[in-house]
């Protein structure tokens, strides 16, 4: 089953609704080409996923129907790698590193490690 990842305020679980816009509408629609009654889940990034069916495709939203509501059944991993600041005890940071997403990029070490040819 699919899975898709929302904004809290997408949500109206009064209503048992969650509104899915933006590059989603496309990727459900004509990438996984997927139709009304079809079931997939939802998560919040926080303590609830929704299980839900698709009620109404739009030409830019998806209207989700709520079936029903649970805490998240999975723990997010702690990406943590050796040599970024997350890993360090002292918790600096390295000044010749530059943060991309949850990883480090070091010009000197990197080149060292894949030589003149790169990686």
């Not at 048992?16 to 079931?39: F, P, Q």
């Not at 059944?73 to 600096?92: C, K, V």
Request: some cysteine; hydrophobic content about 30%.
């Amino acid at each position: 089953m699919q899975r898709f990842f929302v904004e809290p305020y997408q949500i109206e679980e009064e209503a048992h609704r969650i509104h899915i816009n933006g590059t989603d509408v496309n990727h459900i629609k004509n990438v996984l080409r997927m139709k009304c009654g079809e079931d997939v889940w939802i998560s919040d990034g926080g303590d609830k996923e929704y299980h839900c069916q698709i009620e109404e495709l739009g030409e830019d939203e998806v209207l989700l129907h709520i079936l029903y509501a649970q805490e998240p059944e999975y723990e997010l991993p702690n990406l943590s790698f050796p040599g970024t600041a997350e890993s360090r005890q002292d918790g600096t940071d390295h000044p010749e590193s530059s943060r991309v997403g949850s990883f480090f990029y070091n010009p000197g070490r990197d080149k060292a490690m894949c030589g003149e040819t790169g990686c």
